[in-house]
């Protein structure tokens, strides 16, 4: 009997395949989820029960939060990264460390093939299978709903008819939790026009008092919320269950995906737009002129490569490497007020603050150059369109 290894999240996409190759194809199953955040020990053991019911000989959960943190989220704060000046590559970023967790299990079990459920129009299909081929081109990739073009509608029909019971009001979003914010996709976003409902997104607007937290990085590491220190991945988590009662971070993202057709998702992420936006103004205080210039456009590679599936590219590790550095200086806090459905930047407490060095006050006042110094100066700068216009006044 063919020994499989399915990529299984409990969600009705996995579960189909679980219940098909089983029932039908009479293969060996041995489901595995991988936590990349987002997942209680009750839903991890709803899950595995849920697994052995679709026919899964075993189930296996990987925790990765860890993993996930140290190589993706990490640089991701370190870049500033948002998709389209939108998406915090929530899901798309998870799905790299996930399938390489997947292959890896899948090898140390000795699978003839790895099943997963994605379809054939969208991102995750691509990012799966590069990163099975790349480190286990001899094991088999399986993908039932791409191969039978299946529709969530007909996944549904065919569990139906195998006694599954399952929420089929839920199953009609494909929700996916993680460590780094949740995506939402439904009816609704496959039009250009359409709001996902409110019922839709995982958290619901519980708080509506004005509340001031801070975060602290080190070295733009988060080592602190509140003047409590933490592990970053358990900041993100505490700073995600703060936030999500006040609805933050929910938008819709529209963008090009890797097969080249545009794409549209709704997503959740509290505690990532947070992060990354008081990140970003600890940046500006803390870096120089041309460090945040050219971080810009690197960290949009890094994401844009992420994105595409591109992880294992050396050029990646080359990034961080530049990512990593321009981090040297980028220590404080950072003071942010909690409203309704949004939050504000109030400002940064830092060692490092380039504000604070004594040579001025911008528009104020300048203690290090004298007025002759600063017309001299004009005057050079000036000399680029000086030429330019008597050029071209020449003509």
Known sequence: MKKIVIAYSGGLDTSYCAKYLSQEEKTEIHAVSVNTGGFSEAEIKEIGE????????????INAITTFYNKVV??????NVLKNNTY????????IIQAIEVVNYAK????????????????????????FQILAPEIEIITPIRDKQLTRQEEIEYLKSHG???????????????????????EETLTSHKSLPE???PSQLTETDVKQISLSFNKGELTAINGKEDTPENIIETLEELASKYAIGRDIHVG???????????????SATIIIKAHHL?????LSKWQLQHKDYIANWYGTHLHEGQYLDPVMRDFEAFLQSSQEQVTGTVSINLHPYRFTLNGIESKFDLMNNGFGKYGEENTAWTATDAKGFIKILSNTGKIHQHVKNQV
């Open 50 to 61: 849920k697994a052995v019911k679709m026919g899964a000989k075993s189930y296996k959960n």
């Open 108 to 131: 140390k079990i000795g699978a003839d093939a790895i099943a997963h459920g994605s379809t054939g129009a969208g991102n995750d299909q691509v990012r799966f299978d590069m990163i």
């Open 88 to 95: 915090p590559l929530s899901v798309s970023a998870e799905r």
């Open 256 to 270: 090009d995906t890797i097969i080249g057709i545009k794409g549209r998702v709704g997503f959740e992420a509290a």
């Open 74 to 79: 990490k640089y991701l704060i370190f870049g």
């Open 199 to 201: 019922a839709a997104y």
């Open 164 to 186: 599954v019971d399952m929420n089929w009001e839920k199953a009609k979003y494909s929700v996916n939790k993680g460590l780094w914010g949740t995506s939402v996709g439904g």
């Open 282 to 286: 600890l940046e500006k205080h803390t």
